[in-house]
């Protein structure tokens, strides 16, 4: 239960990456996306809650014109990992024929929430469709999904923090750390 009035900190096993890493991490593929699609149509397809943070972060670190939407999903998963029934919540507002999208998400994890939207998406007429995820943590894959841009790879740990949560809660920590065990055991 959350406990009001604690601090999250003390919820934190270790931080994994500071708001300086991950300000570099974004800076990094801010560039890389700014040079590939300098002659392209690109829209930033944010998915939401988790990528909250860092597209907004990204989003300013492209220094070329860009597009933004959102879409919700929601997968029916236990505390820490998804069913991969996913369903869409909030869909894009923006009809995606002739984009180039760009995929933001922030963590690949058994890859079934990704190979799911990217099936949804692949449907409706984008110019190219491609994944940047923050984290992705290639060990626990099920389904091949495989990313244009990668923020950093990571074990196997719950991690939370800058827009990731644990059942709602943390994605408010403005760095990135490894979630106690015993809080979702
Ligand atoms: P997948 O469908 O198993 O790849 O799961 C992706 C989704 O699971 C992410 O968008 C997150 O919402 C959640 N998730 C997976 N691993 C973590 C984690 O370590 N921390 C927080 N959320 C995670
Ligand atoms: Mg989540």
């Known amino acids: 239960m959350a406990r009001f009035g604690a601090s999250m900190l003390d919820d934190i096993e270790e931080e994994l990456f500071s708001r300086e890493q991950l300000q570099e991490i ?104 491609k994944i940047c995820t923050l984290f992705d943590k290639p060990e626990r894959r099920q389904v091949p999904v495989q990313p244009a841009y990668v923020g950093a790879v990571i074990p196997d740990a719950f991690i939370v923090g800058y827009g990731l949560d644990y059942d709602e809660r943390y994605r408010n920590l403005p760095f990135v750390g490894i979630l106690k065990p015993s809080i979702y055991a």
């Open 26 to 129: 974004v800076a990094r593929i801010g560039r890389e996306i700014s040079e590939d699609y300098k002659d392209k149509r690109l829209l930033l397809v944010s998915v939401l809650k988790g990528s909250v943070v860092f597209m907004a972060d990204l989003m300013r670190a492209i220094t070329i014109p860009a597009q933004i939407d959102f879409m919700a999903t929601s997968s029916y998963g236990s505390g820490t990992t998804t069913s991969g029934r996913v369903k869409i919540v909030k869909d894009l507002d923006i009809d995606l024929k002739g984009y180039d999208i760009v995929l933001v998400e922030d963590i690949l994890d058994s890859g079934r929430t990704l190979s799911h939207l990217m099936e949804l998406l692949e449907m409706r007429g984008a110019a190219s469709l």
